[in-house]
């Protein structure tokens, strides 16, 4: 009988993780000759883990967090646990409602859609990722991302809005390890066991949207990147239906173009894409 693929498969040394990411954030950081990290602060479990681990590598002085809601849509509760987690952490933090700068940007866009809630759910995560910037370049600071390695690999971002940053340091963490990391770090549980949701409009809630828990994401993801297992023996070793399998490896692939930069048509010997190569 073939060996089972189960959630413990995906069980990381905790202390590892956190000494490895801390190291990469601070070493990332010397090298960049910035002075230290913007992060966007949702309460959610992404990015509350993202600056508990950024302010273990170099200290919250070094760290400025944005709390970006917009009315309506972000719950008070998620507000709240973003201040009281920044707070916590002594890091020094704004909240810019972003409802007005939406609103601008409606009053000029033609034919401006109000049901169209994928694009205008974009529009708000890239108004988020601008103001993001400008603190960056005003303080001489690095974007962190939030994104986790579940979200990344099934394209779960916005393009030029949460996917465009810096660094990604739980990039390689996925979704159900970050928990754990979270738990491990000393995160408050209402963070910790907190459905993840990217609050681009009301009610939305990630596995509900996704229509699969990030249990099974997870151990398909997994099986097929980490293992590299076909179809065929994922659902054997995981017991995991070969439609949801399929469904998953469609994400991933169909998203691909969110996670390489932009292509570029050759017509030299050398372009300044992927074969790009410098002589010293």
Not at 140 to 149: R, S
Request: proline share 4%; hydrophobic share 40%.
């Amino acid at each position: 009988m073939a060996e089972k693929i189960t959630i413990k498969s995906l069980d990381i040394d905790l202390q590892y993780a956190v000494e490895r990411i801390t190291n990469f954030i601070k070493e990332y950081l010397a090298k960049s000759k910035a002075k230290g990290y913007v992060i966007g602060l949702s309460g959610g479990i992404d990015s509350s883990t993202t600056l508990a681990l950024l302010v273990k590598a170099v200290g919250s002085e070094k760290i400025t967090g944005l709390i970006m809601p917009f009315k309506g849509i972000t719950p008070e509760e998620d507000i709240n646990d973003a201040l009281d987690l920044a707070n916590s952490f002594n890091v020094k933090h704004h909240i810019i409602c972003i409802n007005s700068i939406f609103e601008a940007f409606k009053s000029i866009i033609p034919y401006f859609d109000e049901q169209d809630r994928i694009s205008n759910g974009n529009l708000m995560a890239r108004t988020r990722m601008i103001l993001l910037y400008y603190y960056a370049n005003k303080y001489n600071y690095l974007v962190a991302g939030t994104g986790d390695k579940s979200e990344i690999l099934l394209g779960y971002f916005t393009k030029g809005g949460d996917g465009m940053v810096d660094i990604l340091p739980i990039g390689d963490l996925y979704k159900t390890q970050v928990r754990k990391v979270a738990k491990y770090l000393g995160l408050p549980e209402r963070i910790v066991t907190k459905p993840s949701s990217p609050r681009l409009w009301a009610g939305q809630i990630a596995e509900q949207e996704l229509g699969i828990s990030y249990e099974t994401i997870d151990l398909v993801l997994y099986s097929l990147f980490d293992l590299r297992l076909n179809m065929d023996k994922i659902a054997e070793k995981t017991g995991i239906s070969k439609s949801i399998i399929q469904a998953i490896y469609e994400r991933v692939i169909s998203s691909q173009h969110k996670r390489n930069l932009p292509p570029i048509p050759r017509i030299s010997a050398r372009t300044t894409g992927l074969d790009l190569r410098m002589p010293i």
